[in-house]
């Protein structure tokens, strides 16, 4: 039996769920939520929340630092957009979203991934021209999160109004084209270490891995230059490209080549 990273990659983001809930059921080992919390006593600070808060406030909060360095190492290490695929509950949703959309068959629609990295540029923007990190109050993250730690379920509605958008107009618009926290997380994973990387000896160019993949662009330069891993930034190292291969022609590899 072939190995499969989805069972694995659906326990984290469920465990993630969890983990942001278990307050609600008396527990202490997490406090907080994705932009900044503590876990085992640990601080983690969200580096793009971080930047915002820096943004807006012009002070360096030197007391956030070492907890962002710390999530953005991990993330380095991890692939960057690791943080969409196996972290994020909004791309949990997208993806359940996503199932529906081709079982309808509408949605038809794709838009561009640089438009995740205008989103990043405009939210710091913002920031510093408002002096507040807006992004932090709207962010269907923010939402979702405080959703599920407060029971606040009205503003979930704009995450409703959001998956219906990806279902009748446009796939996964969200996590592909909106998102500032996947258009700074893209920078990271630019320059990661962890990438997926194509035997091409062994592939039979069936496009099994481009019809699973929610950013399928990044597939194109290995597929049509034989390059030996995916270098974009916007991969999500989901591994939805890995578990379909026919052939067993995509894997993992630590190193840039």
Request: positive net charge.
């Given at each position: 039996m072939n190995f499969k990273w989805?069972?694995?990659?659906?326990f984290v983001q469920?465990?993630?769920?969890?983990?942001?809930?278990?307050?609600?059921?008396?527990l202490t080992i997490f406090h907080g939520n994705l932009s900044a919390g503590e876990l085992f006593g640990i601080n983690l600070s969200d580096p793009f929340a971080?930047?915002?808060a820096t943004a807006a406030s012009k002070v360096f909060i030197a007391s956030f630092?070492?907890?962002?360095?710390?999530?953005?190492g991990i993330y380095f290490m991890l692939g960057g957009r690791t943080f969409c695929s196996w972290v994020c509950p909004v791309y949990l949703l997208t993806e359940w979203a996503d199932r529906l959309r081709s079982r309808f068959g509408t949605g038809g629609r794709t838009f561009s991934l640089s438009g995740v990295r205008w989103s990043f540029s405009a939210t710091i923007i913002i920031c510093v021209l408002t002096g507040v990190p807006l992004f932090e109050i709207l962010s269907p993250i923010g939402i979702t999160t405080r959703a599920v730690?407060?029971?606040?379920w009205q503003p979930l509605l704009l995450i409703l109004s959001l998956v219906t958008i990806e279902i009748s107009i446009a796939r996964r618009v969200w996590c592909r084209s909106l998102c500032p926290v996947?258009?700074?997380?893209?920078?990271l994973g630019?320059?990661?270490p962890l990438r997926v990387a194509f035997a091409h000896h062994l592939?039979?160019?069936?496009?099994?891995?481009?019809?699973?993949?929610?950013?399928?662009?990044?597939?194109?330069?290995?597929?049509?230059?034989?390059?030996?891993?995916?270098?974009?930034?916007?991969?999500?190292?989901?591994?939805?490209c890995i578990d379909i291969c026919p052939t067993q022609a995509l894997g993992v590899d630590i190193w840039y080549k």
């Open positions: 989805w069972p694995i990659r659906r469920l465990g993630i769920v969890t983990l942001i809930a278990s307050p609600l059921f008396g971080f930047l915002q630092l070492a907890s962002a360095v710390l999530v953005t730690m407060f029971k606040a996947g258009g700074f997380y893209s920078f630019r320059i990661s592939c039979t160019q069936c496009g099994e891995c481009t019809k699973v993949c929610p950013v399928e662009e990044v597939l194109e330069p290995p597929l049509t230059t034989h390059k030996p891993q995916v270098t974009s930034g916007d991969c999500t190292r989901c591994g939805d």
